[in-house]
């Protein structure tokens, strides 16, 4: 007998909050589009689907016909013996209310909630979609990456440790691999080679396991370290791909200085106070003294962080530590952007609640009315012998 509140409830919920309006036309073709009432409540089925449902009334005394004498007349003629379905379609022929006023409001209601120009459009049911971020990785390939840390070649390491990073970045952040200095040896005679080789390797995209780590792979240590033209080559790999409210982020991993005569300080600088603001880190690997001064300036000038790293467990560490900044981030910033929507929703929802909120909403009075009616006929088949509690399962 029940009229499933709470699925009617859900359904209007949902096709306010996520603006699906096409909900209210769909579902049985025999229920969405109304037929003429039958001549009489015995040819009347009623709706089994919620779009039904909905749609079905009003019944002959709905609203301010009901009459509560003219009800258990009609209620007396009802023959006893009646399954629970044709006691359920009778009533609803006589009782079911007029929700289509309601289905109007639902339907020229705007779900669209206000946002600030930093958040994107976004179904508002969903996971929010958080600003963008770009990571671009520098990998140092010069010929001292072939040295050996902790037994194993530095290269190796660091691909190994870069590989674990950029997999466990939070969905929808995009990835960048440019390598640097592997061209050539680290003679004098392949120096003016190497110092121009910096290839971006994975162009900037969504991270895609298997062609990230063929691209990784398809490096060797070579020749020199062209830092300060490699940083300069990210600024304009970002610029490219720079839009609104976008996060750059730029991870140098490298065993050493610039050797070909750049001002890496100076590129990092340009880079951090340029349009895209991209952040300079640097992960220093097994780098001497003096190497580390040098790229604490640059890191410093690019608005970035150094850390040295002596063995292959700190570099996983520290790439562990940068993902963990980086996740935090995301959630501060997605945390932020609830709030906004929070925010601009109350007044959507004080819209939505004069609709359907509970508990005096339109759509709750209106149900509420339907189910006192309908609870009061059956208790009064029931009083008169009609109908017994087995026609309520």
């Excluded at 639902?106 to 994107?120: C, G, L, Q, S």
């Excluded at 910096?198 to 995209?205: F, G, I, K, Q, W």
């Excluded at 759509?363 to 509690?389: C, M, P, Q, V």
């Amino acid at each position: 007998m029940k009229r499933i509140v709470g699925m009617l409830v859900l359904m209007l919920s949902l096709m306010i909050s996520t603006g699906c309006s096409g909900l209210l036309s769909a579902g049985s073709p025999q229920e969405a589009v109304q037929k003429k009432k039958p001549a009489g409540p015995e040819e009347f089925k009623a709706a089994t689907t919620v779009e039904g449902m909905l749609r079905e009334g009003p019944g002959k005394y709905a609203g301010n016909k009901y009459d509560k004498a003219k009800v258990q007349a009609e209620l007396d003629k009802f023959p006893k013996g009646l399954s629970a379905r044709e006691v359920y379609n009778r009533l609803i022929y006589y009782l079911a209310e007029d929700y289509k006023p309601i289905l109007k409001k639902v339907e020229e209601f705007n779900p669209a909630v206000p946002t600030d120009a930093k958040m994107p459009a976004s179904d508002i049911n969903k996971d929010v979609k958080v600003q963008n971020m770009n990571v671009e990785i520098l990998l140092d390939s010069s010929g001292s990456m072939a040295e050996k840390t902790d037994g194993a070649q530095r290269m190796e390491l660091a691909k190994q440790a870069i590989r674990d990073f950029v997999s466990s970045l939070p969905k929808g952040a995009r990835v960048s691999l440019r390598v640097y200095g592997h061209k050539g040896t680290n003679s004098p005679k392949d120096k003016a080679l190497s110092c121009k080789s910096s290839e971006l390797a994975y162009p900037l995209s969504e991270y895609d396991a298997g062609k990230f780590n063929r691209a990784l792979d398809s490096f060797k240590p070579g020749g020199w370290t062209p830092l300060a033209a490699s940083i300069q080559a990210a600024q304009m790999d970002l610029e490219k791909e720079a839009g609104k409210d976008t996060q750059n982020i730029v991870y140098v991993v490298s065993d050493g200085v610039e050797t070909c005569g750049g001002d890496p300080v100076k590129a990092a600088q340009s880079l951090y106070q340029s349009d895209i603001q991209a952040v300079v880190n640097i992960i220093g690997f097994d780098v001497d003294d003096a190497g580390q001064q040098a790229l604490q300036k640059v890191a410093e000038a690019g608005g970035g962080t150094y850390r040295t790293v002596r063995t292959k467990e700190d570099l996983k560490a520290e790439l562990e530590r940068r993902y963990k900044e980086l996740r935090q981030e995301w959630e501060i910033y997605e945390s932020q952007v609830r709030w906004d929507m929070l925010f601009n929703r109350i007044d959507k929802q004080d819209e939505a609640d004069r609709i359907i909120g509970l508990p005096d909403g339109l759509f709750r009075n209106t149900w509420r009315k339907e189910d006192e009616h309908l609870r009061a006929a059956r208790d009064y088949l029931e009083e008169k012998g009609i109908i017994d509690s087995s026609h309520l399962s």
